[in-house]
């Protein structure tokens, strides 16, 4: 077999296309290739219940493998939903997030007993609901709704002030929250040091096997120490130009199934 073992996938405009879907090319590969005994993980930003759909699609239930949410934050078994790993917000940090993006007019929402749950309104906020499939639940105020740990806090803006916001903040809230962004009109704050990469080198060292033997695919910037830490790093044609520099190849477009084109020169 191939030197590369391990496939991991981000979901949002690189595994799935435009219209929110997973083609039927790009899925009936990635189950061949887990029946020849390759193994695909998908990572992403996403809830832990807005990735389910899609993992079961692809049978990574069956193949006893894993999904990485909250941009790192969590990572779980399909097969039975054992939580392998969990890194939250503390809700002291959750409060002076939530002052911050009330300082900056953002619209603010996090994730909770199976709800997105939110106070205020915005022209986006119904866009991760769209993506994800996960209810909407509104809270008169989400500071004082919230009274626990929390996995992912999210601002939700216009892209040019998110990116003004993201340019100011370097990933990095303080000491013990860093930020990121999965798409240009979310601001994403996450535990210190909560990354996809970092979790998918945990992941290694549990399943033993080397960094080096994973292939990973992405677009965004949530994605780019992921790309440069695993032993094939591939940027997808609609990533943005910070990504295609730090990847190790850049392949077709998230619509033209970009993930089967470059795996089959590969493995």
């Known amino acids: ?17 435009s219209d929110n879907k997973v083609s039927k090319d790009t899925a009936d590969y990635l189950i061949q290739i887990q029946q020849q005994g390759y193994h695909v993980i998908l990572a992403s930003g996403r ?4 990735m389910l759909p899609t993992a079961q699609s692809l049978k990574l239930d069956e193949f006893n493998s894993y999904i990485i949410s909250y941009n790192g934050g969590k990572t779980s078994r399909v097969q039975d939903g054992k939580v ?5 917000i503390p809700k002291e940090q959750f409060d002076n997030i939530i002052d911050y993006c009330r300082e900056h007019e953002l619209f603010t929402l996090t994730y909770y007993d199976g709800y997105i749950v939110y106070d205020g309104e915005h022209e986006y906020m119904n866009k991760e609901s769209e993506l994800t499939g996960l209810p909407m639940k509104q809270v008169d105020d989400i500071k004082e709704y ?6 992912k806090v999210m601002g939700v803006d216009y892209e040019s002030h998110i990116k003004e916001l993201l340019d100011e903040l370097g990933n990095q809230f303080n000491d013990k929250v860093d930020v990121t962004t999965s798409k240009p009109i979310f601001l994403e704050f996450m535990a210190k040091d909560v990354s996809k990469a970092n979790t998918v080198s945990s992941l290694c060292e549990q399943l033993d096997i080397d960094i080096k033997q994973v292939i990973a695919f992405g677009d ?17 044609a609609n990533a943005n130009d910070e990504i295609k520099s730090v990847a190790d190849s850049v392949t077709l477009s998230n619509d033209e199934d970009g993930i089967p084109y470059a795996l089959k020169q590969i493995l």
Not at 1 to 17: E, G, K, P, S, W
Not at 220 to 236: P, R, T, W, Y
Request: proline share 4%.
């Open 146 to 151: 919230i009274q626990t740990d929390v996995p």
């Open 220 to 236: 965004s910037s949530n994605d780019l120490s992921m790309l440069q830490e695993v032993g094939k790093g591939i940027a997808m």
């Open 84 to 88: 392998e790993t969990s890194r939250t």
């Open 47 to 50: 809830p832990t219940e807005g």
């Open 1 to 17: 077999m191939n030197q590369y073992q391990y496939i991991v996938l981000d979901m949002d405009d690189t595994l799935l296309t």
